[in-house]
């Protein structure tokens, strides 16, 4: 009796499981097919921004350029008014949130105005005062928090690192501690952009003379751009755009 | 029994009110009590644990304890308390601190030199303080009373 129970259940079990056969209806519309898109980056975030066309005066609508007192050459001599250039003089990192921008009288620091930015290019040129510091690890944990900060609600903008420039001299770090020095903040520097995938500058490719300094004619004191040095520093940054559609592309499946 | 008991606790409190360097004062509340006696509330930010050492770079260990505020536009006043473990070492960095703010402030404000230059620096043994500020003369003074001294 036991046995013939188990038997039924189990014929009631494999009715249950058996698929309704489907009736096709040929005058249906078929149902429209869903592919699973991705987007695949194939920038390689290990190599400085290259050599593309120069972008075009509307783009710069849409650039804030942040950084310490050699941003503020752009400020002074760059030629592209639409552009937003924010400088804090002898900023350490450690006191973004601390001083207050050059030339505003609001009082704004330079972390103000990151966070309330919503330009889509967004330029740093950070590590200059830092440059005697014993080790960058403090001003690395800094910009990263600060690429974080700027990516956490805009995924798509892009970020360039600009990394520092070798000047003639630093008062205080005779060579060959500058180059050192130089190295181990871009090192820190190029780190934070290939970790966080956003871009970076070298503008060392573009704007040093024979001794791989920056060249004499386009600083006044060695290190801060002159007019034909900022020019050369605008321009080379403007033919240093990542077009972010030549490398990103939507695979569907 | 009791006479004896009360004679050890007698020692023990002189012998640890005789212990080397004066007593360690609470940065945070030194540091506030400074700021504010020398007229810097409005001009001066707290910094946190991680922009100190971003600055100072003690060596691990060597304080246990600090406080730092800086000026919030482009002058170099700081006050910093720090409480060491290692005053040697503490002391290093507090004059790495100063040469290089002299650098930077001799190119862009070198009007802040002679405060930078005439920093006022003291210590207990147990506690440094350290103060660049207009007014020195007030400033030596403060750090003197928060040191006990």
Not at chain 1, 80 to 104: F, K
Not at chain 1, 193 to 200: E, R
Not at chain 1, 216 to 243: K, M, Q, S
Request: glycine content about 6%.
């Amino acid at each position: 009796m036991k046995k013939l129970m188990i038997l039924c259940m189990g014929a009631v079990l494999l009715c249950g499981c058996s698929a309704p056969e489907k009736q096709e209806d040929p005058d249906a519309t078929p149902e429209p097919v869903t592919y699973a898109c991705r987007y695949i980056d194939k920038y390689d975030y290990n190599q400085p921004a290259g050599f593309s066309d120069m972008v075009s005066d509307d783009w710069y609508d849409t650039a804030l350029f942040a950084g310490d007192s050699r941003m503020g050459s752009i400020a002074l001599y760059g030629t592209h008014e639409n552009a937003q250039v924010e400088y804090v003089t002898s900023l350490n990192l450690m006191r973004i949130g601390n001083m207050p921008v050059d030339g505003r009288d609001d009082g704004k620091t330079l972390m103000d105005i990151l966070e309330e930015t919503d330009k889509e290019n967004i330029y740093l040129l950070f590590g200059i005062n830092e440059i005697r510091n014993p080790n960058f690890d403090a001003f690395g944990e800094k910009l990263q928090e600060i690429v974080d900060m700027l990516m956490k609600d805009h995924p798509t903008r892009s970020i360039y690192l600009i990394l520092s420039y070798h000047p003639d001299k630093i008062d205080g770090l005779p060579e060959p501690r500058l180059t050192e020095h130089l190295n181990n903040l871009n090192t820190t520097i190029s780190e934070i952009a290939k970790k966080s995938h956003v871009y970076f500058v070298n503008p060392d490719d573009g704007l040093d003379d024979e001794a791989g300094t920056v060249i004499d004619e386009y600083v006044w004191d060695g290190l801060h751009f002159n007019v034909p040095g900022a020019r050369a520093f605008e321009e080379y940054l403007g033919y240093h755009v990542v077009r972010r559609e030549k490398y990103v592309q939507e695979i569907c499946e | 029994m009791f006479r004896k008991f009360v004679s050890s606790l007698a020692a023990l409190v002189l012998l640890a009110g005789c212990s080397g360097g004066g007593s360690s004062a609470n940065p945070t509340s030194t540091g506030e009590k400074i700021v504010k006696n020398l007229n810097l509330t409005e001009k001066m930010d707290a910094m946190d644990e991680s922009q100190i050492n971003g600055l100072f770079f003690f060596e691990d260990g060597a304080v246990k304890s600090s406080s730092l505020y800086l000026a919030n536009d482009q002058t170099a006043d700081v006050v910093g308390v720090f409480e060491a473990e290692n005053m040697d070492s503490v002391k290093e960095c507090v004059r790495t601190y100063l040469e290089t703010t002299k650098l930077q402030n001799q190119n862009y404000n070198p009007e802040e030199v002679f405060k930078i230059d005439n920093a006022v620096i003291d210590d207990n043994g147990k506690t440094l303080i350290l103060v660049v500020c207009d007014d020195l003369e007030s400033a030596k003074k403060e750090v003197k009373s928060a040191l006990g001294k």
